[in-house]
């Protein structure tokens, strides 16, 4: 749990330092984080490869900048309603309506299988990129300005360490909550699901509802990472839904090892620290970027978590920083 | 009238250019079990060797060669240092290190070519207008990617149903280990598969290149429709490629033209043509959705 610790000291240390700009960076990671660990349940226990994923993660952002935009100028939204710029109601809001449409594109998705379901799914995540695209009446292209972050009573959501420490806080809690899931009945289930799907149906399970049940859950958590990188950027567009947005939630999913829930943390991080060190070297990063994933691939199964089990248990970098 | 016909066929020349990359996607999906994200790079590295040996002035036929040639050595290359070590993998990590592959070379193509698109035009002798259908005047390198797109695909089932080499092929796709066990150099056949499929691709690239500017992740817009494409048609099936080209081609060009002149019917201009716009933009996602709903497999289903 050493990755915990490390973010848990990512505000003080950069403060230490004097390097502010360290906590926004770190953040987006946590970010990411959140929407990855909820990628790896269906990913990594629930044998379902989906690439559309950043379709709820910018489904979560639009719900946050569509009504943040209504609750500013105080226009109508929807049934005389002007919209919300309290967390309470935005953010399960973003669960909800990223739940829903990971009902429908599920139900249809989950038809098919294999390499049916990773074509599917990004096919979706295709559709949803040009609805937002479209939507002139929220920007279109250009994307949406989140006037306003959303709020909480008592706290600051402007403050740098108050949002680091509450995206780190639901972080956390959907990993802590991921892992009590994994290990119910439904868990199980989920799990039994991808290993052989006729022996549990076999044993009077319905694969169909479990592994629908499990997607949208995934799909509510994207949807919640979603709120948050609108808040944290303070400013949403169709790029959070592109097909590329999706590959790198895989990326940092099996970079940090599928199956785990705490992988994609490190991937998450492992992934922005690599980004960030190319980028101050060269504005051309993906090229070096591309062949690091490959080798990865090729070379590292089991991603970091893999890695350093394998390396006889040793602690990582404990209590450092990487800036 | 006129301007449907017109539109039929420029839907028609768009299935083309997609069966082009759908066949030699599905052929490496069907035989190798191989999901290569990376075939959308193949189509970018053909536009842009093609587009370049042009603007020096090689003349169209020997710039289309060169970006043939391009596609296909490139293809290979990716085929015998990288891709042989997936064929065992899960799709998983086939996407993933494909995806890295997308990641390089859309960099790579901006490192050499710069970020700003370049331009390509149709060659002089096709620059003209056939009057196909009297009285309205049809660009003739439009017509030429159609009959060239044809032409290719008759090759393509000749050379599967056909020939000793396509024998293989086929037999491979059914089952791997008997072909090798009756002696056939699969890693050879494997790299020189690829390759032809990377040519198409490449092909592909070129013949696009005059209707869309040649940037950097070009490859990926047309990937992902030929993702639908194949998803509909039912992966491996050339014949699913063809109906599932043709049905995307035509949806997506008549969806655009049609769909907001229809909203308007009942709903006032500015509104319709912006939903108009954003329901064409949808539209074969939709198709997809909807074939999906009932052939969950592609329309034309093969083994497994």
Known sequence: MAIFVLLALVPPVAHAFDNAFLITMFNRAVIYAVAAVGLDLIIGFGGMVSFGHAAFFGIGAYTAGILGTHAFDGSDFIFGWTGSNDAFVVWPLAMLVAAFFGLIIGLISLRTSGVYF???????????????VSLSQYGGADGL??????????????DRDTFYYLCFAILLAVWFLLSRLVGSRFGRVVIGCKQNERRMRALGYDPLLYKLTAFCISAAIGGLAGALIANHSEFVSPGLLHWSRSGELMVIVILGGL??????????????????????????????LGPVLILVVVFFRGGIVGFLSGAGKTTVKSGGDHG | MLLFLEQLLNGLQFGVTLLLMASGLTLIFGIMNLINLAHGSLFMVGAYVGATAIAHGSGFFLGLLAGVAAAALTGMVMEFVIMRRLYRRDHLDQVLATFGLILFFNEMVSIIWGRQPIAMDPPAFLSGTVEIIPGAPYPAFRLAVIATGILVTGFLYFLVMKTRIGMWIRAGASNREMIGALGVNISLLYTLLFGFGAALAGLAGVMAAPFSAVQSGMGENILILTFVVIVIGGIGSIRGAVAGALLIGLTDTLGRVYIPDLMRLWLPPSVADGAGASLASMMIYILMAVALAFRPRGLFQTHG
């Open chain 1, 145 to 158: 300005s989140l006037w306003d972050r959303n709020v909480i009573p008592g706290l600051d959501l402007y």
């Open chain 1, 259 to 288: 199956g785990t829930l705490v992988g994609p943390i490190y991937g998450a991080l492992a992934l922005f620290l690599m980004e960030e060190s190319l980028v101050s070297f060269t504005e051309h990063w993906q090229v070096i």
């Open chain 1, 118 to 132: 990773i074509m599917i799914t990004l096919a979706f995540a295709q559709l949803f990129y040009f609805f937002f």
